[in-house]
């Protein structure tokens, strides 16, 4: 009988290890982040002897902050409020995304290529390389 009793104790002990180690974690899915949106300038900067120099973005005191639109069908569209009546000037340029590279052109202005460095729901952090100086960007989502 005592047997049987030791038995009867071990097998829930069993039971619920077996099952505990039965089921696998879900694993989670990959989520791909758009890059369209707004988005508001935040920092600026350049990667100089491999040293990222990072200074906050000047918006013009009193005005809407300088943000650009990135839409779907490639097009680009930078709002900037720096004059001194805080008067919008929008710029409509055009943009290509390939894995992390991304191509930025406007209108009598040379085109940008770039690497995007980070991108979340809240933040992107863009890399350009122009006439050999690598500027930086950070940029913060506002819808």
């Known amino acids: 009988m005592t ?6 104790l071990v097998l829930p ?5 077996l099952y505990s180690c039965s089921k696998s974690d879900p694993t989670p899915e990959t989520v791909t982040v758009s890059i369209e949106g707004k ?6 900067g350049t990667i100089t002897n491999n040293q990222e120099i990072l200074t906050d ?3 013009t005191a009193g005005c809407t902050k300088d943000y650009i639109e990135i839409l779907a069908g490639g097009i680009l569209k930078s ?3 720096n004059n001194p009546n805080c008067q919008e000037t929008i710029s409509t340029g055009t943009w290509t995304k390939n894995n992390n590279s991304v191509t930025v052109s406007y ?4 085109t940008l ?3 995007i460095m980070e991108l979340t729901n809240t933040t992107l952090k863009e890399k350009f390389f122009n006439s050999g100086i690598t500027d930086v960007e950070v940029l913060t989502r506002i819808n």
């Open 3 to 8: 047997k049987f009793k030791k038995i009867i």
């Open 113 to 115: 290529n770039g690497e």
């Open 79 to 81: 709002h900037e409020f």
């Open 57 to 59: 973005y000047q918006h």
């Open 39 to 44: 988005w508001q300038y935040t920092k600026v």
């Open 13 to 17: 002990v069993i039971f619920f290890g």
């Open 107 to 110: 209108p009598n202005q040379p």
